[in-house]
């Protein structure tokens, strides 16, 4: 009954936005849920992240925290810290219970830009997870590939390859995706043997072009390497704020080449033209010099 009454109370806030952002993995990329999508945050923007999670652990119970950065169109590095438990000193023997992890790491998205694949509404994208630190818990090499199959109906599918043992991301995968609006989504996921569901919804922050994201998580089936249901949190923000948006450039590109057409002897009987016209400044007096 909780549950339910915190979805309908997060659908009574988010209701009145019409903006989609993209969602961070507690796994650490890009992606609302477990499975990463074919896209990549957009370039010039970070998200923060929190996710009561710590999917491929030995122990999931834990919290899982991202730090993402669209680096440049086509390219991503998010950073995730893993813990079991934040306050315990993993530095002291015996200070923290068995099966205990705090692991720092970064990973990596690259989408390539190509414009026949925007034609066909196809997304692809090869990713790596937990790249850097001093242990390698959860790293996972990746493919995936998107296509739009209907209105605003996603299908996903992709392939990984884990190098270490705790790897969430292992064999194939897949998900079906559905944004009834542009600020909600729904998604239906299977990675390995683990089934998911996903709700993701997204507001506008007050007086700001921040973006607050809500996503709520449950396990279908599958073994133990996640939660059984979670909810993460998460902000957007533009941190590019020179960059000009494709709508500001078309804008400006015609005032340009309009001031580039005029030559500079347009300009000279433009003027004389206008000061012959003037009243108080009579015809006879005014003498023509050519600047050349």
């Known amino acids: 009954m909780q549950n339910k009454s915190l979805i309908f109370l997060a659908i009574c806030v988010f209701a009145s936005h019409t903006a989609h952002s ?16 074919a896209t990549v945050l957009n370039a010039g923007t970070a998200t923060v ?6 999917p491929g652990a030995g122990n999931t119970t ?23 438990d934040a306050k315990c000193n993993m530095f002291l023997a015996g200070a923290c219970p068995s099966n205990t992890i705090r692991d720092f790491s970064a990973s990596f998205k690259w989408a390539p830009q190509i414009d026949w694949l925007r034609e066909q509404k196809i997304n ?19 493919a995936v590939a998107s296509k739009d199959i209907g209105p605003n109906l996603e299908l996903r599918l992709g392939a990984a390859q884990a190098t270490s043992e705790r790897a969430y991301l292992q064999g194939a995968m897949g998900a079906l995706s559905w944004r009834p ?3 909600s989504e729904l998604s239906l996921q299977r990675a390995g043997d683990t089934t998911t569901a996903h709700m993701g ?38 941190i590019d704020t020179v960059r000009r948006t494709q709508l500001q450039s078309a804008e400006v590109e015609p005032v340009q080449r ?19 016209q003037t009243p108080h400044w009579p015809k006879s007096q005014w003498h023509h010099r050519d600047p050349g």
């Open 201 to 238: 919804l997204t507001a506008a922050v007050p007086h700001s072009n921040a973006r607050v994201l809500l996503s709520l998580n449950q396990k279908l089936a599958g073994p133990n390497n996640t939660q059984n249901s979670w909810i993460g949190l998460g902000l957007t923000l533009p």
């Open 124 to 142: 692809v994208a090869l990713g790596a997870t937990d790249l850097g630190g001093a242990a390698t818990y959860f790293r996972s090499y990746y």
């Open 49 to 54: 992240s929190t996710d009561t999670n710590v």
């Open 22 to 37: 993209q969602f961070l993995s507690p796994n650490g990329y890009s992606g609302l849920g477990l499975v990463p999508s």
């Open 62 to 84: 834990g919290r899982s925290t991202q730090l993402g950065f669209g680096l440049t169109p086509g390219w991503e590095l998010v950073g995730r810290l893993a813990t079991n």
């Open 181 to 183: 609006a542009p600020w």
């Open 258 to 276: 309009a001031v580039q057409a005029i030559a500079p002897t347009q300009l000279r009987d433009a003027l004389q033209k206008r000061i012959c």
